[in-house]
């Protein structure tokens, strides 16, 4: 990809899209899969869908920011610029560092006890949402996975990368989480943001939560995933947010979403330098071990 043309490319269909919308500078990400993504004067961002295929995703990502309305006071985005065909649309910049452990960790205990209280209560509304909010134009609802469709994507597609930079004993216990996880029972179903991880979640210099941002990847399903980046700050904190949480009825919630954290973590060693978490081999091996360990895979 000619990354420079691109930008160029989006930037006027910007300016032909949305004339009202006016600004100087323009940078292109192009980090997510579905979405290019354009900020402009650092005061708005510009989404995009790469593909037709994600128009549907991106109309339904509208209506889900639109039925979560006022029923929040976290900031979520709120795009004042759509195309009729709903391609392309600009919301306001919402302001904040991403919510990474060493961020987390410069906290004070009050901030990120606040800022854990604010998350635990935005999910009991995010889940409390009835399904049709994340509905696309033709009525089709996106599932999250299942364990057993993360199982045969580890072995189809994923095992060869990773046996490449991992010891054969650790291995076996991949396989061993591999089997066990995909005869896990789902939960609940709920509504879920479904990619709810530290670079979604926004903190503010003065140490509040910022806001939720990216919701292209909302799914109904077991919504175990939407707690699971917290095990990178430590069960304490996971608990907090299982705390706040609202919606008691699904017992088997944190143990799926400490299963959930394993997986991701296994996939960070086939991503390797495109991960999201950007791990080495070696720290990523050992923060799974500790994790297989205490789930029974030693």
């Known amino acids: 990809m000619d990354l420079e043309a691109t930008r160029k490319e989006l930037e006027a269909r910007v300016r032909e899209t949305f ?6 500078d323009a940078v292109l990400n192009t980090y997510g899969e579905d979405n290019l993504v354009l900020v402009l004067d650092r005061e708005w961002i510009v989404r995009a869908t790469r593909s037709v295929e994600n128009v549907g995703r991106f109309a339904a990502e509208l209506n889900l920011l639109a039925a979560l309305g006022d029923k929040t006071p976290v900031r979520v ?10 391609s392309i649309g600009a919301y306001r910049r919402i302001e ?18 606040e800022v854990l209280t604010a998350i635990g209560e935005f999910l ?61 029972a789902p939960g609940i179903p709920r509504l879920a943001h479904n990619d709810l991880s530290d670079d979604h979640i926004l903190v503010r210099e003065d140490g509040a939560l910022g806001g939720i941002i990216d919701f292209s990847d909302a799914a109904y399903g077991d919504p175990a995933i939407d707690f699971s980046y917290f095990w990178r700050l430590g069960e304490p904190y996971v608990d907090h947010v ?24 296994i996939n960070q060693i086939y991503y390797d ?24 895979f030693s």
């Open 19 to 24: 004339p009202a919308l006016a600004f100087r």
């Open 77 to 86: 985005p709120r795009y004042e610029f759509v195309a009729p065909d709903r």
């Open 96 to 113: 904040g560092a991403e919510l990474t452990p060493p961020v987390f960790a410069l906290l004070g205990v009050v901030a990120q006890h």
């Open 124 to 184: 009991s509304v995010l889940h409390a949402l009835p399904v049709d909010a994340i509905a696309q134009p033709d009525g089709y609802i996106q599932r999250t996975w299942s364990g057993e469709q993360f199982a045969a994507l580890y072995r189809g597609m994923r095992r060869a990368k990773i046996a490449r930079v991992t010891p054969p004993e650790m291995m076996a216990r991949f396989d061993a989480f591999h089997e066990a996880f995909e005869k896990m």
């Open 242 to 265: 299982f705390a706040v949480y609202a919606l008691k009825d699904d017992k088997g919630l944190k143990e799926r979403s400490h299963w959930t954290f394993v997986r991701y973590l």
């Open 273 to 296: 330098d495109k991960a999201k978490w950007n791990l080495p081999p070696e720290q990523a091996l050992a923060e799974i071990d500790e994790h297989l360990k205490l789930l029974g």
